[in-house]
């Protein structure tokens, strides 16, 4: 079958891939897409935005597309999967009254109070003074939330009172515009973080392999928040006693919640989750599609075939066990351009991409384009990611570390701690 996946970025890239490898596979098509999406075997982009759903239709009935993937919240927010499904074309993603499990972070936060989902205390606030009082009097550690949609950076972890005083502000100043008209103050977690994935038909929850992301921008957790410079999968803090926690007070109460709310889920539901030191998970957000980059050491793992999975939760069919994962670790490294998350510098030439894949290890495309010389270039904070398996994640990491040097451009850099917990507790096991 024809396949379309809209979306540009490294996720979108790993979704292509992966697609594409399916034996019921005809052709994949990558609304925008990036260069590395359209050197991929049985993949081409189109020239249509992510946020176009007229021209996404219309372009899935003309090429004769039989499945659509989603990658990105923006079009969900806005209507794409109701869309689809009303010109009678099947979609992969929640309608947009469950995106809103995302959309609002309020709204997702007050859901959580109703259906007894375990998360942090917090407060709304759409006017500045109150917020203001209630940082005051609750005091630090806080975290500072936009309501809505911010491409990954409307977060604050404030560690002190100024800090949190300068983000509200900063926010109900129109920082990210409409998305932080309205913010959300709610108190800081501790713990281990965890990015819990699953495929949903409806009503069948399918789990996805475990992964850990790296949010902060420097080595140990340190610096401002960003999309995501790493991940690995699978995490060693998600054991079976702490995956089974999760899906009973968690995703399946997530799930019943949206369909007595007449938001019935059909997708993939991400929870970033804080494990605490008993084990017990708590919600920091939910997304309403795949992480990125967790989708990227996910979707190497992944044995099963995608196509069929897919479908399967389109059509209510999912089995709950039905999904098989390379026992192997994979460990994914974002390389990023100069001052990320801030401003940064676009055009620079990339150099290292054709010899970079190989054997268990890729580089998956994120914020990358092509100049007038057909070079590529960056056109993002996160460029590439440069992902590898391994026999245990110390080889993981190594691998991915050493093919993400093999990338180069002027100013690119990474972390180079990513997996750092995995990789110290496989070290104190071994000298035990």
């Known amino acids: ?229 790493g991940a690995y999968s699978p995490a060693p803090v998600v054991t079976d006693a702490v995956h089974a926690r999760i899906l009973e007070s968690v995703i399946r109460p997530t799930v019943r919640g949206l369909v007595a709310e007449g938001r019935g889920y059909r997708g993939f539901l991400y929870a970033g989750l804080m494990i605490d030191a008993r084990g017990e998970p708590r919600v920091l957000e939910f997304n309403v599609r795949l992480g990125d980059p967790e989708t990227q050491p996910i979707l190497m793992r992944l044995a099963s075939d995608p196509v069929t999975l897919f479908e399967a939760a389109l059509n209510g069919r999912l089995d709950a066990g039905a999904v098989q994962w390379d026992p192997r670790p994979c460990l994914g490294v974002v390389l990023a351009a100069a001052g990320y998350p801030g401003a940064y510098a676009k055009g620079d030439v990339i150099e290292g991409l054709g010899d970079a894949d190989g054997d268990g290890r890729k580089v998956f495309h994120a914020g990358t384009a092509t100049n007038a010389r057909d070079e ?26 050493d093919l993400a040097e093999t990338v180069h451009w002027p100013g690119r850099f990474m972390r180079a701690d990513i997996g750092f917990r995995a990789v110290n507790a496989q070290l104190q096991a071994e000298s035990s």
């Open 1 to 229: 079958m024809n396949i379309l996946v809209v979306g540009n970025g490294g996720r979108e890239h790993a979704l292509a891939w992966r697609l594409a490898q399916s034996p019921r596979c005809g052709h994949v098509y990558v609304a925008p897409g990036n260069p590395g999406t359209a050197r991929e075997p049985g993949v081409s982009n189109l020239a249509v935005g992510a946020d176009d759903i007229p021209a996404l239709v219309e372009q899935a009935r003309e090429r004769a597309v039989e499945m659509t993937v989603i990658g990105p919240e923006a079009p969900l927010a806005a209507g794409i999967v109701d869309a689809f499904e009303q010109a009678g074309l099947a979609c992969l993603g929640p309608g947009q009254a469950a995106a809103e499990l995302e959309a609002s972070k309020a709204f997702a936060k007050a859901f959580f109070a109703r259906h007894g989902i375990p998360s942090a205390a917090y407060a709304t606030f759409e006017q500045l003074e109150p917020a203001l009082a209630y940082i005051r009097e609750r005091g630090a550690p806080l975290v500072i939330k936009a309501d809505g949609l911010a491409a990954g950076k409307g977060v604050t972890i404030a560690h002190d009172i100024d800090t949190a005083v300068e983000a509200a502000t900063s926010m109900l100043g129109g920082a990210f515009g409409a998305a932080s008209e309205r913010i959300v103050v709610e108190d800081f977690l501790t713990g281990e973080e965890a990015s819990f994935i699953a495929l949903v038909d409806g009503e069948t929850v399918l789990p996805l392999a475990s992964s850990q992301d790296h949010k902060a921008r420097d080595a140990g957790d340190e610096g401002p928040n960003t999309g995501g410079m």
């Open 376 to 401: 590529v270039v960056t056109a993002g904070g996160r460029v590439v990611c440069a992902c590898a398996l391994g026999d245990d994640i110390l080889a993981a990491q190594q691998a991915a570390y």
